[in-house]
């Protein structure tokens, strides 16, 4: 994805409309075509709806985004050689379900083989949550977290009592913010207009997020 995208869907997601559409009205016509065409690349190749919104986590946070289907979602170097990994959740709900963020995502087609793997990579997992595609709030807690642990293992457990079985998986691992609330947390992004968003936030996470707005 180019930085000029990446720009696009930042001021789209972040601020006004009226501010993105000061920012398409000072672009040339060429920088517009090739936008677009880069846009619509994205959707027609893709099986994956969230792409945009997973490049954006991504990139808000400071990593390099991944779009290979294999791998983590993102990377950056850490100043030591091996660099850290993040994996992103992104969240969107449309205003007119009956459906609220719980700061939750799943790790689909989940194994004790791939358990074991991302414990032992330097990985973070990147939490957002979207409605209509805005951005409510993005945050970041590293996966090797006790509790997180504890939660994804009894999900294992239940499944897979005696360890993996050859062409079976726990299709969905799924969490949400209760079990990862006493994580070393970091805020990378929470929405000014939070409080117009209310009603689409679980309590326990609108709270969490009206404490720690700047």
């Known amino acids: 994805m180019t930085q000029n995208l990446q720009e696009l869907i930042k001021i789209y997601s972040l601020n006004s409309h009226i501010d993105f559409s000061t920012h398409l009205l000072g672009q040339s016509k060429d920088t517009l075509i090739a936008l677009l065409s880069e846009l619509l690349t994205t959707y027609i190749n893709d099986k994956n709806s969230s792409t945009i919104r997973e490049a954006l986590s991504v990139t808000l946070a400071g990593y390099t985004h991944n779009s290979e289907k294999l791998g983590f979602n993102g990377f950056r170097q850490n100043g030591f050689g091996k660099p850290i990994n993040c ?44 409605v209509d595609g805005k951005l409510l709030y993005l945050f970041e807690f590293p996966f090797a977290d006790s509790h997180f642990l504890t939660h994804l293992e009894s999900q294992l457990n239940k499944k897979f009592p005696n360890g993996d079985i050859k062409g079976l998986y726990l299709r969905s691992a799924s969490f949400s913010f209760t079990h990862y609330k006493n994580a070393e947390i970091r805020i990378i992004y929470i929405c000014p207009q939070l409080e117009e968003y209310a009603k689409f936030l679980e309590k326990n996470l609108f709270t969490f997020l009206k404490a720690n707005r700047c």
């Open 87 to 130: 994996e992103a959740k992104p969240k969107n709900i449309r205003s007119n379900e009956n459906k609220k963020l719980n700061g939750g995502g799943n790790f689909t087609d989940y194994t004790w083989a791939r358990f074991h793997k991302d414990k032992q990579e330097n990985l973070n997992l990147l939490i957002s949550g979207f």
